[in-house]
């Protein structure tokens, strides 16, 4: 229940058009009891927005415009669309009596019967267009199929029985083909979920294994796999170890060893070995169906082409339509020319003026896009990320698990206060395992220390950027970086020559100190990922330039620059710093941000384009994130920037396409050179063009 209402998601099978949308707008939007109406035409559903209680009032205005609504499950899912296929054989039956229609006519046989074989040739193919047809006028909309149910009729009013015949059947027979091609990338996505076993095998309460449908397994539950299997909902492993193929989320091949401890998630492929895993998610809330809803509620949200086209063709429809009335009146009554002849050109222009290939165009273009873009480990939240990552200036990129594995070692141990060297490991060890920071992790791990061992700490608190602080045995301690010993006013010469030389190196130093003096130095480095180097280069050679944001020191940060290729490096950036640097960087153009932590969100946020690295299993990141790579491969920035710029051409190709066909056969009937035949092939030839111009973008 939302405050302005109930929210009710309703698909409907026969919307996956824009004309569905116009006539189910203007039935819907009049209604005191809808407040507002979300179309998502790729999936079929529509989501209202109603008064409590108005629901049925709503379905039943559905119903009258002779669709069929169905309302989710009891789980609050709707189920997968399915369309009855319709029955070939009355329209393979049209065809060859509209054809016989034309024999009569070229034989000169009698016309009773050119018109009797055209008029069954109609009936057959065209009653589902006029049914259509007729709702649309009744509504006062003028789309596709009323303008085709009045062209056709007006053909057979001046005698034009064979060509009124094949018309409608070319254009029934076109709007399957268009129909088949956009269940295409309509099922693009959806049809990752058929990678999903329908049962596991969960383990019984007496011990035993027996096969369970998924969607009946709830979270705690214990579940098998053998190899080969498919992995059937997200877990974590609790005995056995084996290797996974995680392609269906990650979008690479390569196996990834997993042992106990580790997540698994649903649809991925069990290469070897055989395992036991804790089911951690619900079958409708794997990562797996995360991403698939998320790339499905991208399909519904207009990306900037998509919107100007839907607002070109709202005025587009009604001028021609106009056109066509005055060009079948004004010839005759003013230049004394012949009224069939000028009708006939009217009823062609009629059939030109439908723009359903010029909308369609856009989002069969986009989904094709998300779609590609998912199959590969790029999650993008929205049609609106995937055309403006072409216009990518800059590129800001965090480098803690971004540009480096995230896994720092201890390199360096030095005392500095002359104190027992056990004892400060032990504190710092103490400290760092309170956090989650990889470098503090480094260090935690250095010093090899049981659980039981650590210190008690208390009042233990983060410092974004700096470092954590805890008491310890009544004494307040700090284990933190360069700009933290600064602040705390214990920075001396001697140190300061020493930080600075570890510092050049590449190497991040973290001090452990009390309220009086430092005690010891920790260093950690970190090693840069080979992949880092490559998307860098590929960044680069799409014109992209760099610049690496971090919270450790300059000297660090340029260490790692110089390694990777980064154009710019930025040190002792505290969550505020990266803000102000994304800021700054907008006046060249748009700025994407790369990072993983919650010291990025900020700056994520800002950028025109945040990109969220190793989202795999991540709710936040999958919801959040403009774009989320479910793995930690930078590479797929430039993939993506590339993907954003093939998805622009086909756009522009897809625009050219609709309206320059159109064009050309709009002079050829004004010159009266122009025939319903040709004009039923401008119409859907232009549809079936774009569609499969758009799909191109699933092989990218």
Request: aromatic letters at 4%.
């Amino acid at each position: 229940m939302l405050a302005e209402g109930v929210r009710t998601p309703i698909r409907i099978m026969q919307m996956d058009c824009p004309t569905e949308e116009v006539l189910i707008r203007k039935k819907l939007g009049g209604m005191d009891t809808v407040k507002s109406l979300e179309f998502n035409l790729m999936q079929r559903v529509l989501t209202v927005v109603h008064t409590p209680g108005s629901l049925e009032s709503v379905l039943e205005a559905v119903r009258t415009l002779g669709f069929t609504p169905e309302l989710p499950d009891t789980r609050g899912q709707l189920r997968a669309g399915r369309e009855t296929a319709k029955p070939w054989w009355p329209l393979a039956l049209a065809g060859v009596t509209a054809l016989m229609s034309e024999v009569a006519g070229w034989m000169a046989l009698p016309a009773w019967l050119a018109a009797s074989l055209g008029i069954l040739a109609v009936a057959l193919s065209g009653v589902t267009t006029y049914k259509k047809g007729w709702l649309a006028i009744r509504n006062g909309n003028l789309n596709i199929n009323a303008l085709m149910s009045i062209a056709v009729t007006g053909a057979l009013a001046l005698g034009q029985w064979p060509e009124a015949a094949m018309v409608m059947v070319l254009f029934t027979i076109a709007e399957r083909i268009e129909a088949r091609s956009l269940d295409r990338a309509r099922n693009a996505i959806a049809g990752l979920l058929k990678l999903v076993p329908e049962t596991v095998t969960v383990q019984q309460e007496d011990g035993s294994w027996q096969e369970v449908a998924a969607d009946a397994v709830t979270v705690g539950r214990v579940v098998r796999v053998r190899p080969g299997e498919r992995i059937g909902l997200d877990g974590e492993i609790v005995s056995g170890r084996s290797s996974i193929n995680q392609a269906p989320i990650t979008g690479e091949s390569l196996p990834v060893d997993k042992i106990e401890g580790d997540a698994v998630f649903a649809g991925t492929i069990n290469e070897a070995g055989s395992f036991a895993y804790r089911v951690t998610a619900a079958a409708s809330n794997t990562t797996l169906a995360r991403i698939i809803h998320a790339v499905e509620e991208a399909q519904g949200a207009k990306a900037p082409t998509q919107r100007f086209v839907d607002r070109f063709a709202h005025i587009y429809t009604p001028v021609v339509f106009a056109g066509a009335l005055l060009l079948a009146i004004l010839p005759p009554l003013l230049l004394d020319a012949g009224w069939h002849d000028w009708i006939y050109k009217a009823l062609v222009l009629l059939v030109i003026a439908c723009p359903c290939a010029l909308v369609i165009s856009t989002p069969v273009t986009i989904v094709s896009g998300l779609a590609a873009a998912a199959r590969h480990g790029i999650l993008i939240k929205g049609g609106v990320y995937l055309e403006e990552g072409r216009k990518l200036v800059w590129l800001a990129l965090d480098k803690t698990g971004t540009l480096t594995h995230g896994r720092p070692a201890q390199t360096d141990f030095e005392l500095w206060a002359g104190r027992d060297a056990g004892h400060c490991r032990r504190l710092a060890a103490s400290l760092a395992g309170r956090s989650d920071h990889p470098v503090s992790q480094a260090i935690a791990r250095a010093a090899n220390l049981d659980a039981g061992t650590h210190a008690q700490v208390a009042d233990f608190e983060a410092l974004p950027g700096r470092g954590v602080r805890g008491v310890i045995d009544g004494i307040t301690y700090t284990l933190g970086n360069h700009r933290l010993l600064h602040e705390l006013g214990l920075c001396s010469p001697e140190l300061e020559m020493r930080l600075d030389m570890l510092e050049r190196q590449g190497k991040t130093v973290v001090m452990l100190s009390d309220n009086r003096q430092a005690l010891a130095l920790f260093a950690v480095a970190d090693t840069v990922k080979d992949t880092s180097r490559a998307a860098i280069a590929e960044l680069h050679r799409l014109g992209i330039r760099t610049v690496m944001l971090t919270g450790d020191n300059p000297h660090t940060a340029e260490a790692i620059a110089q390694q990777v290729g980064i154009d710019r490096a930025h040190g002792n950036q505290l969550p505020e710093n990266k803000l102000q640097a994304v800021a700054a960087l907008e006046r060249d153009g748009a700025v994407g941000m790369v990072g993983d932590g919650i010291n990025d969100a900020p700056a994520l946020a800002r950028a025109h384009i945040g990109f969220a690295m190793g989202a795999m299993g991540t709710d936040a990141a999958i919801e959040t994130a403009d774009v989320a790579l479910m793995d930690d491969d930078l590479r797929k920035i430039p993939a993506f920037v590339r993907l954003s710029h093939a998805t622009r051409a086909v756009l522009l190709q897809n625009i050219m396409l609709a309206l320059g066909i159109k064009g050309v056969f709009l002079v050829l009937t004004l010159l009266g050179l122009g025939s319903m035949w040709m004009a039923v092939f401008a119409d859907v030839g232009a549809s079936l063009l774009v569609v499969a111009n758009g799909l191109r973008l699933l092989r990218k």
